[in-house]
């Protein structure tokens, strides 16, 4: 049994079933000692809940993980390392007061007599480890007052503690800089120069293709193909992920666009953005593209009240309005489906019905009391609009699935009959049926008249539902597009802050 | 009992009404007192105090905090209130005592509402703060009414409506004004939204910070109308009368099912806990026990039925932590 | 006084601040008293302090990691009340003196015994430890009075009263076991794993989880110590008093989460320690001693440090928000 033909990690038709939901159907993966593997799919494809299945923290209904040829069971990410199976976590899980090198070796501290640690020893060998990944810090310093890439470094660092067969890398570039990065993938490629199986978890093509050897792609938790990196393309990659080639197939009746209902000029907040200037019509949709931290969501924000701008002038219907609080937001018919569905969008524990009603609680009131009729009214009105699925309006939303939660969301917002629409990446982490639904109504919506702004870093949705897009790049608008002259190439050199001539 | 049955539906879910209905068998067994008339109409009595605060930090914890210094507040209240009473008349003196004691409400709502500092620090400082104060302003001595006979001030500790005992009326009053403003005015709603998700009802457009204010302002004026029932019982005040009591009115709203962690629970509810606690003691009391052993019994109902709760949430009877 | 004011030490005190206000109110009350500054009142003040102080130590780990412990008063006075109770059992009467030995080690592990319970609710039932111990609060105060059947207990071995007179060289022996006590749960906290793995509990429950830290024995190990200091405590008390009443430590809990908590402890859990917490019950001590040297009435005490807990909640909140990057929420 050599370990040259024989994969780091096998994993058979792994089942996993949350109540509602099968998130992984038999899905077959593997990885070989030496190569760096790419896992692909959109967001709900499945990617985190197999790895958490490779990583111990969660537990297969069905199917076999075989390690060097080894069934094996691992019911804690303790049993997964033993393996060595090691998973970085895309969300960062470090006891920001405790020492860099506390973290590296947490729950494996080097001891001494008395149960004292083992500072020397651990320090050295932390020191090496940081040393090997060209970090610049000490191992001894306090991890809360590192840099968000740095912390992402001392996380990478606890991966080499063992001898490792499998490191999982999840969106190990979210947070870092492009000098990090190519750290980063120094590290990966003498990883994997020792032998050992990259699991590379992604939704960059660029850096796939240009690290990894094979490509496995999930589509609705199941597996979908693997291709080898050097044999394919992004266009079959993508076809494989989404199911058909790039859909910009859209309702091409000539859209009909009303006064100027929005109108942003020159507003500037320090730090988040700079120098924002658009407008948004009646009957329009906008789509503000960009990557994560380009400065949309703040922008939003601040057109609901939640943030103070610096500088600039906003005018809602022609008139220049100052919002002080989402309360005078609402009031001025400008509604958010914030980005955050769970920590922002809902009340989790209570139910549909008042979850939806809760902006104009004060007001659907009979004497003093809440008018049951009038929400009953409401909340059926928009479950039939939007075909939201549960089996009454009692049901806490917290049971709902993603799609039906974000319906109950967008419902609450359209209740309020707003005059422009924000909504903050509306389809993230929600099941493509109802992500096409979702766009679908964005149309419809526009289509009545109302004013729309889109904000999502998928290419596809942006390119799907708007009349014309934003680009940002780093709190600036890049560039404006209209969706005819549009390209994937040019929205692409935007939003990484490359600035090409626009066309006269 | 009837004002409890009419909450039907929602209440028969919760297991504490399978507990103090096994209670009140079980007592009932055991000694021939306990389900009479009497017995329960002074269990009802003697819990008014108790409850009526509970209706308070029932409010306040569903929005999501804590409030530990009504304790303090209440002998702050009943030595102000008494205090003034021969200085003052009763007439004065209540809506003075009332009004002081809610400034201590809009500190706590301010300090926990609007500055955001966090409730348990803020209401254990103001705790002891208020014990100060009115060490202060009693120089440490106990007050008392001189004319305990001739005062209409009697009415609220000692008199009776139709039969029933004042304190009774002003508790289930309360509790009943209180479940219909929680459970089906726009406050009550806001209160739950914003215990539940902070965060998620900002951006639903609730003003937080005035609905967390308000609830502390609720918490005091409960405590206030304790303090008339205690004052007008006892028609006297020791300067620590109300030392404890923010720990047994608490114990009595976590065994209503309300969660510490704010968004869910029920005035009702916490009335049934407030019972559930007197008639233990009672019940104890009646079948010769110790008074303290109420507070072993307590012990194990408190643990026992957050338990259960929290085990029916997560679906597993123990916790998944290694 | 010269290297004071060299940086590490004013870095030193930005980090500590309440050790700052202990300096300020020591210089306070060393111009403004006359009788504050002299050797005999600091061994007064450390023996005073050294009853909330042990406690205050134990309920430092417990608060990094990220639990509280409320019952502390109540095992505080079932421990002080097996201390003076034992000592006159019959089985020991021909022991002399040493009939103190298996009173102060049944108290203590008394004391061990209720933290253990706490510990193993809270590890096996998953109830917050805010419920669980408070409601262990007014359990074990009925213990203290099923055990006392409401009596004062008297120590009738004056050997035992008399210990809590010893001094070792300038320090009274109560203060003497109060350091000895700070030093070992410092180099608990900040030396050995057990140590470290609490600020990991604390700080990152889900990722000492994922670590492997086995989180339920941990916490349940804190809560005996916790238990262990809070009955030490008791039973240093009680020699002090050579008697045990049945209310003995009402309220302790919350002066020791007072001091805490100015100490700098977060109530979240993952921050804090013992230099800290040291400050805190300091604080606390001198003011009470130094306002008591006044003459100002103890009211006022209460006054002030209700003021000082939710002044510095206030501080703390104003010099660390970063985090919401300006969100209007």
Redesign the interface.
């Known amino acids: 049994m050599s370990d040259a033909q024989q994969p780091a990690l096998r994993l058979q038709g792994i089942v996993k079933t949350f109540p509602g939901v099968r998130a992984l159907d038999g899905v077959d993966f593997e990885v070989m000692p030496g190569e760096v593997h790419a896992l692909l799919g959109e967001n709900g494809a499945g990617k985190s809940t197999l790895m958490k299945v490779l990583a111990g ?1 969660y537990q297969p209904d069905d199917g076999k993980i075989i390690i060097a040829g080894r069934p094996v069971r691992m019911t ?3 049993e997964a ?1 033993a393996e060595g199976v090691v998973l970085i976590h895309q969300e960062l ?6 020492s860099a090198a ?1 973290n590296i070796y ?4 080097p ?1 001494r007599s ?4 083992d500072w020397k020893t651990l320090e050295e060998r932390s020191n090496t480890i940081l040393k090997r990944l060209k970090c610049s810090f000490r191992s001894e310093v306090t991890v809360a007052n590192l840099s968000i890439a740095n912390q992402q470094m001392v996380e990478i660092a606890r991966a080499l503690t063992v001898d490792a067969r499998v490191v999982v890398f999840d969106e190990p570039t979210a947070s870092l800089t492009d000098a990090e990065k190519v750290v980063l993938f120094d590290i990966i490629n003498d990883l994997k120069a020792q032998g050992v199986g990259i699991v590379y978890i992604s939704h960059r093509m660029d850096e796939i293709f240009t690290l990894s050897d094979r490509i496995t792609v999930l589509r609705d938790g199941a597996y979908r193909g693997t291709l080898t990196t050097a044999h394919t393309n992004e266009d079959e990659v993508t076809r494989l992920m989404i199911g058909r080639s790039l859909d910009l197939s859209r309702d091409e009746a000539a859209p009909t666009f009303g006064k100027t209902m929005l109108e942003v000029r020159n507003m500037g ?1 320090p730090g ?1 953005y700079k120098d924002i200037s658009f407008s948004v019509r009646e009957g329009e949709v906008v789509g503000f593209y960009g990557l994560v931290g380009a400065g949309r969501t703040e922008i939003a ?1 601040t057109l609901f ?4 701008p610096a500088s600039g002038e906003i005018r809602v219907d022609g008139e220049p309005v100052e919002i002080a ?1 989402p309360r005078d937001a609402i009031a001025l018919g400008i509604s958010l489906v914030p980005e955050n569905r769970k920590e922002q969008g809902l009340v989790l524990q209570m139910n549909c019905r008042d979850n939806m009603t809760l902006p104009q609680v004060q007001d659907l009131t009979a004497g003093p009391f809440v008018s049951q009729g009038a929400e009953l009214a409401i909340f059926d009105q928009y479950r039939d609009r939007l075909a939201i699925k549960t089996p009454s309006w009692k049901q806490p939303v917290g049971v709902l699935s993603g799609g039906n939660q974000q319906k109950i969301v967008i419902g609450k917002w359209l209740s309020m009959q707003p005059r422009v629409l924000i909504v903050d990446e509306p389809t993230r982490g929600i099941d493509v049926g109802s992500k096409s639904e979702i766009h679908q109504l964005l149309r419809e919506l526009a289509g009545q008249g109302y004013a729309v702004i889109v904000i999502s870093s998928e290419m596809p949705e942006v390119l799907r539902v708007s009349d014309r897009i934003v680009a940002m790049y780093h709190g600036r608008i890049m560039r404006e597009f209209g969706i005819h002259e549009v390209t994937e190439d040019s929205l692409v050199q935007a939003i990484s802050g490359i600035r090409v001539d626009e066309p006269a | 009992m009837t004002r409890l049955k009419a909450g039907g539906p929602a209440i028969a879910k919760q297991g504490i009404l399978v507990a103090f209905i096994v209670f009140m068998i079980a007592f009932s067994l055991m000694s021939d007192r306990f389900l009479s008339a009497d017995n329960i109409m002074s269990v009802f009595r003697q819990s008014a105090i108790i409850g009526v605060m509970a209706i308070g930090v029932t409010i306040v914890v569903i929005g999501g905090n804590l409030d530990l210094s009504v304790g303090s507040m209440l002998s702050f209240a009943t030595v102000l209130v008494v205090d003034l009473h021969d200085k003052i008349g009763p007439e004065l003196a209540i809506p003075v005592m009332v009004l002081a004691t809610l400034c201590l409400g809009a500190i706590n709502g301010f ?1 926990i509402g609007i ?4 409730s ?3 209401t ?10 009115v ?2 302003y009693s120089g ?1 001595q106990n007050v008392d009414i001189v004319d305990q006979r001739g005062t209409w001030f009697a009415i609220f500790g000692r008199g009776a409506v139709f039969g029933i005992a004042t304190p009774i009326i002003i508790f289930g009053a309360l509790a009943l004004i209180f479940h219909v403003i929680m459970t089906t005015m726009p406050f009550g709603r806001r209160v739950h939204a914003v215990g539940g998700n ?2 998620a009802s ?1 951006f639903s457009g609730i003003p ?1 910070s005035r609905v967390v204010f308000m609830t502390y302002l609720i918490s005091a004026l409960c405590v206030a109308i304790a303090a008339i029932i205690l004052g007008s019982r006892v028609m006297g005040s020791q300067n620590n009368v109300g ?2 009591y923010e ?2 009115v ?2 009595a709203v ?1 065994l209503g099912g309300t969660s ?1 962690l704010g968004g869910s629970g029920s005035i009702l509810r916490t009335v049934l806990g407030v019972l559930m606690l007197a008639f233990i003691q009672n019940g104890l009391i009646l079948m010769g026990q ?1 008074y ?5 019994v ?3 109902v ?2 026992v039925a ?2 259960l709760d ?2 029916a949430k ?1 679906g597993r009877l ?5 | 006084m010269r290297h004071l004011f060299q940086n590490p030490v004013l870095r030193w005190l930005m980090r500590n601040p309440i050790w700052g206000f202990v300096l300020i109110v020591f210089i306070f009350f060393s111009l403004s008293s006359d009788h504050f500054f002299d050797a005999r009142n600091f061994q007064n003040i450390l023996v005073q302090t050294s009853t909330i102080g042990l406690i205050a130590l134990g309920m430092t780990l417990v608060m990094i990691n990220g639990n509280i412990d ?1 019952s502390v008063g109540a095992t505080l006075a079932l421990a002080a009340a097996f201390a003076v109770d034992v000592q006159s059992w019959a089985m020991f009467a021909t022991w002399g003196n040493w009939q103190i030995l298996p009173a102060v080690c049944l108290a203590l592990l008394v004391g061990i015994a209720m933290g253990a319970i706490n510990g193993f ?1 809270v ?6 430890a ?3 111990t ?10 203290v ?2 055990y006392t ?2 009596q004062s207990f008297y120590a009738m071995n004056f050997a035992y009263s008399d210990f809590s007179a010893f001094s070792v060289g300038p320090l009274p022996v109560l203060a003497l076991i109060f350091l000895l006590c700070v030093l070992a749960v410092h180099w608990l906290l900040s ?4 140590g ?2 609490t ?2 509990v604390g ?2 429950r ?11 024995p941990h916490m349940m190990i804190n809560f005996m110590i916790i238990g262990f200091l809070a009955a030490l405590s008791g039973v240093l008390l009680s020699t002090q008093m050579g008697a045990a009443t049945p209310n003995l430590g ?2 302790y809990e ?1 002066w020791v ?2 001091a805490v ?1 100015l100490g700098g402890t977060k ?1 979240t859990g ?2 804090g320690d013992i230099i800290g917490t040291l400050g805190g019950v300091l604080a606390i001590g001198i003011l009470r001693n130094g306002m008591n040297l006044m003459q100002v ?14 002044a510095v ?2 501080l703390d ?1 104003r010099f660390n928000t970063s985090t919401d ?5």
Not at chain 3, 191 to 194: A, G, K, M, S
């Open positions: 923290m804690t990410p303790i390392k899980s470090l006891v920001p007061e405790m506390e947490l729950g494996e501290l001891r008395f149960g004292r640690v907040c988040l924000e009240g939640l943030r103070k609080s | 300090l500055l955001r500092l966090n348990l620090i803020v254990l400082g103001m705790l002891s703060a208020i014990q100060g104060l060490l202060i440490g902070p965060t900002v937080r030392q404890g720990l047994q608490l114990a976590i510490l110790p303290y052993t109420q507070w072993l307590t012990w194990a408190i643990i957050v338990w929290v085990a997560r123990f916790s998944p932590i290694a | 409320l609710i590890w096996k039932t998953g109830v917050d805010f419920i669980v408070l409601g262990a609060m007014l359990g074990i105060r009925g213990l009075f099923v059947g409401e030396r050995t794993v057990h470290r793995n600020y990991a700080g990152n889900e990722a000492a989880v994922n670590a492997g830290i086995r989180v339920g009402r309220d919350l989460i007072t908590v109530l993952g921050k009435p103890a009211f006022y005490v209460y006054v002030i440090l209700g003021s000082i807990l939710i909640l206030f909140k990057g300006g969100l209007r929420l």
